[in-house]
């Protein structure tokens, strides 16, 4: 089995620098753009996919459906693999939220959910539970999984190991995606297409204050 685990393509709010979190908001024309010129490239490779899985939230489904031609009603909804719960944090930008929202990209293990905000362990467990669920499909199957900027890096992080204050080192851009298999009865990642041109969090000036 192989599965592309692609973040959605870019949004307004990605281009402001606000918390989108549970926000059911659509691509913007640069955030399609980005969906058709990876689409080609993944023509261009002759991959087909098996079956097509997103994120509930209209910007994940948008783009898996420019993605792969398929109907928005015919793509499986992963609740699992939604985004961060940033509860009343959402729709602020970022650079206004001073240190914890700092922590949240440099020290996850600092970071301090609000009240109504989902944490970073319960993120975690939710994603994790989704890839070991996965490891159990049919060996096979190709699928596309389009998610989000937090649920993405957790994946990554899951499935490659170290601690959890490393997740945003890496960094993933809009339409960026990595490609995992299971190798002896695990998930790995075999590669790695992360698209730092498209990149809009974090912030490096505001993270380096």
Same mark, same amino acid.
Request: aromatic share 8%; proline share 5%; with cysteine.
């Given at each position: 089995?192989?599965?592309?685990?692609?973040?959605?393509?870019?949004?307004?709010?990605?281009?402001?620098?606000?918390?989108?979190?549970?926000?059911?908001?659509?691509?913007?024309?640069?955030?399609?753009?980005?969906?058709?010129?990876?689409?080609?490239?993944?023509?261009?490779?002759?991959?087909?996919?098996?079956?097509?899985?997103?994120?509930?939230?209209?910007?994940?489904?948008?783009?898996?459906?420019?993605?792969?031609?398929?109907?928005?009603?015919?793509?499986?909804?992963?609740?699992?693999?939604?985004?961060?719960?940033?509860?009343?944090?959402?729709?602020?930008?970022?650079?206004?939220?001073?240190?914890?929202?700092?922590?949240?990209?440099?020290?996850?293990?600092?970071?301090?959910?609000?009240?109504?905000?989902?944490?970073?362990? %319960? $993120?975690? !467990?939710?994603?994790? =539970?989704?890839?070991?669920?996965?490891?159990?499909?049919?060996? *096979?199957? #190709?699928?596309? /999984?389009?998610?989000?900027?937090?649920?993405?890096?957790?994946?990554?992080?899951?499935?490659?190991?170290?601690?959890?204050? %490393? $997740?945003? !080192?890496?960094?993933? =851009?809009?339409?960026?995606?990595?490609?995992?298999?299971?190798? *002896?009865? #695990?998930?790995? /990642?075999?590669?790695?297409?992360?698209?730092?041109?498209?990149?809009?969090?974090?912030?490096?000036?505001?993270?380096?204050?």
């Amino acid at each position: 089995m192989e599965l592309y685990i692609m973040r959605h393509g870019q949004t307004a709010d990605n281009k402001k620098h606000l918390l989108q979190g549970r926000k059911n908001i659509p691509l913007s024309e640069e955030g399609i753009e980005q969906a058709m010129k990876a689409k080609a490239e993944i023509d261009a490779e002759g991959i087909v996919f098996d079956r097509v899985c997103a994120s509930p939230l209209r910007r994940a489904m948008q783009t898996a459906a420019l993605i792969t031609g398929v109907d928005e009603s015919d793509i499986e909804p992963i609740e699992e693999i939604i985004e961060y719960d940033f509860g009343p944090l959402e729709g602020k930008r970022v650079e206004d939220l001073g240190p914890n929202m700092r922590a949240f990209f440099m020290d996850p293990e600092a970071y301090i959910a609000p009240e109504g905000a989902e944490t970073y362990d %319960e $993120m975690f !467990e939710r994603v994790e =539970g989704y890839l070991k669920r996965m490891e159990q499909e049919d060996p *096979d199957e #190709k699928i596309l /999984v389009v998610a989000h900027g937090g649920t993405l890096h957790a994946m990554y992080q899951l499935l490659v190991g170290g601690p959890m204050k %490393e $997740m945003w !080192e890496t960094t993933i =851009g809009n339409c960026g995606y990595f490609i995992a298999s299971v190798v *002896d009865g #695990k998930l790995s /990642v075999t590669s790695t297409h992360f698209k730092e041109e498209n990149k809009t969090l974090p912030l490096d000036s505001f993270l380096k204050k």
